[in-house]
């Protein structure tokens, strides 16, 4: 009998998983574990110094949203550490801003803390062991992991806690030898002794604060133990037969989803590789930028926000508009669970790209989410102080008609998550490819008035759309265009090679 399946970032992040599985634990406790170790595996994609979000489903209840993201501290000081660096991801350049200036208020170990307590199984000292193995006895990055240290190594040598880290004696950690980390084995040990309470008001609470005052930071004591895990209500919609739930305002994403499948929805196409399904997809891409400009964006933080999907008038609006388009024609990481009684949890995180700065004594690397242009994109000023960040970050499930899950999924990447999950989602929901085969297919992305694609489709389509927009073509699959993991069901599971992706079946 099937155990549960999971699909992770990494080979090693979904052994952790998989181990608790074997264990007795739930999918939730899965998650759990996969999370602790995921900043061991996946270094530069996600840290317990950031946030993210966790849909869940227990069999016989309602989805639940798990929101334990960032937190936007008080602008306390002018001139704050917060600078420019450039990512080169060989056809797209992409600008951040890292420093102790860029650091909001983190969520992740209250947010597992929480999870582990409400939903959980087994104790948190099992939950904690993966992880703490790995941290103690070391492991080998992958030589994609590898890739996006040294991709990012201008942030890693920026501060002598970060150097300590990730340049062991003067030498970036690499697939090539084994990477150990003491402080974050410690540090799991006494989170599953004491809590939360360990980080948010303790004496790592303290140290953070003296740390963040002396290297111009924003983040203090008291902004941690105000910070508070949210549980909310969905997005749910109709599409094709099923139920999706998503990720709900303050963030943006899973209401983007949501409207760009309502606008696929009536496609009548035939292959997600025909003109006339790349030019629909492009264009239900255009018009909901325009929704995000005028509805979304302006109005994150208003209660009726989610209720928008349920104006006909407006859904009629951008049906028009899109239909007079097509008349002129075209650092994240994913985990996804479910176990053998039908719990189910999807789970994006992120620390942006991290900032540079270490959380003394505990190994982990603190998030630079006041620098993602694409959640800040106005500057440094442009959220008020105590609000949610939104977040692009959009953990998704569809649901049968019987209410049984039948698609759990989510992404990676920044502001293409939207683009890449709708496409794994059409490509297995309505064009019937397997789960891993709708993950492989390339993929599409536009982004203001510019549309990038990755190789395999024809270059008849390519031209076809060049006659609209500019256009950038990639030479292979490109961690640009996101990183879904997901399973099924029926215990599927299929993972990005993206971003260096694993699927285990624990029978």
């Known amino acids: 009998m099937t155990q549960g399946v999971i699909a992770a970032g990494d080979r090693l992040t979904a052994r952790a998983g998989a181990q608790i599985l074997e264990e007795g634990g739930n999918a939730f406790d899965a998650a759990c574990a996969a999370m602790l170790a995921a900043p061991l595996c996946e270094p530069m994609l996600t840290s317990l110094g950031g946030g993210g979000f966790m849909l869940t489903h ?6 639940r949203l798990y929101d334990f993201f960032v937190d936007v501290p008080p602008q306390r000081v002018e001139e704050p550490d917060f600078f420019p660096i450039y990512v080169d991801f060989g056809t797209a350049v992409q600008e951040f801003h890292i420093g102790a200036g860029a650091t909001a208020v983190p969520g992740m170990i209250a947010g597992i803390d929480r999870i582990h307590r409400e939903l959980g199984r087994l104790p948190m000292e099992r939950i904690v062991a993966p992880a703490v193995t790995y941290a103690r006895e070391g492991i080998r990055l992958t030589s994609l992991q590898a ?7 201008p942030i890693l040598c920026s501060t ?3 150097r300590t880290l990730f340049v062991p004696e003067g030498e970036l950690l690499d697939a090539s030898r084994p990477v150990t980390n003491s402080d974050y084995a410690d540090f799991l040990e006494a989170f599953a002794r004491e809590g939360a309470d360990l980080f948010y008001r303790g004496e790592i609470a303290e140290r953070l604060d003296r740390l963040y ?8 004591r008291e902004d941690l133990e105000n910070y508070r895990v949210e549980v909310r209500k969905p997005v749910e919609f109709d599409y094709r037969g099923y139920r999706i739930a998503t990720n709900p305002p303050p963030s943006a994403g899973g209401i983007l989803i949501a409207f760009t499948l309502k606008m696929l929805e009536g496609s009548g196409a035939e292959s997600s590789y025909s003109l ?9 891409m255009a018009v909901t930028a325009e929704f995000r400009q005028t509805h979304v964006d302006p109005h994150l933080h208003d209660e009726g926000l989610r209720e928008i999907l349920e104006n ?6 951008y049906l028009l508009s899109l239909q007079s388009r097509l008349n002129l024609w075209g650092n994240t990481t994913h985990l996804s669970v479910i176990d053998a009684e039908g719990n189910a949890a999807s789970v994006t995180s ?9 959380a003394p004594g505990t190994g982990i690397m603190m998030n630079n989410m006041l620098g993602e242009e694409d959640l800040n994109p106005h500057g440094f000023f442009r959220w008020p102080a105590g609000v949610r960040l939104p977040s692009m970050m959009a953990p998704t499930m569809a649901f049968d008609k019987q209410g049984a899950p039948a698609l759990i999924l989510g992404s990676a990447g920044s502001n293409r998550i939207r683009s890449a999950i709708v496409e794994v989602t059409e490509r ?6 397997s789960i891993q085969a709708a993950i492989d297919a390339p993929r599409i992305h536009f982004e203001k008035g510019e549309v990038f694609f990755e190789p395999g489709y024809d270059p008849l389509i390519l031209e076809a759309v060049r006659e609209h927009y500019p256009l950038t073509l990639f030479d292979e699959p490109s961690l640009f265009f996101g990183g879904v993991n997901a399973v099924t069901g029926d215990f599927q599971g299929g993972s990005d090679a993206r971003r260096g992706g694993a699927v285990i079946r624990v029978e």
């Not at 227990?58 to 989805?63: K, L, V």
């Not at 890739?147 to 190594?153: C, R």
């Not at 620390?351 to 270490?358: A, D, I, K, P, Q």
């Not at 297995?428 to 490819?433: E, N, S």
């Open 58 to 63: 227990r069999s016989g209840e309602d989805p």
């Open 147 to 153: 890739s996006f240290v040294k991709l990012l190594e």
């Open 160 to 162: 002598e806690g970060s």
């Open 213 to 220: 005052r002396e290297h111009g930071g924003l983040l203090r």
């Open 276 to 284: 006339e399904y790349v030019r629909e997809l492009i264009e239900a």
């Open 312 to 317: 006909g008038e407006l859904l009629s609006h």
């Open 350 to 358: 992120t620390n942006g790209e991290g900032s540079g700065v270490v």
């Open 428 to 433: 297995y929901l309505c064009f019937g490819k």
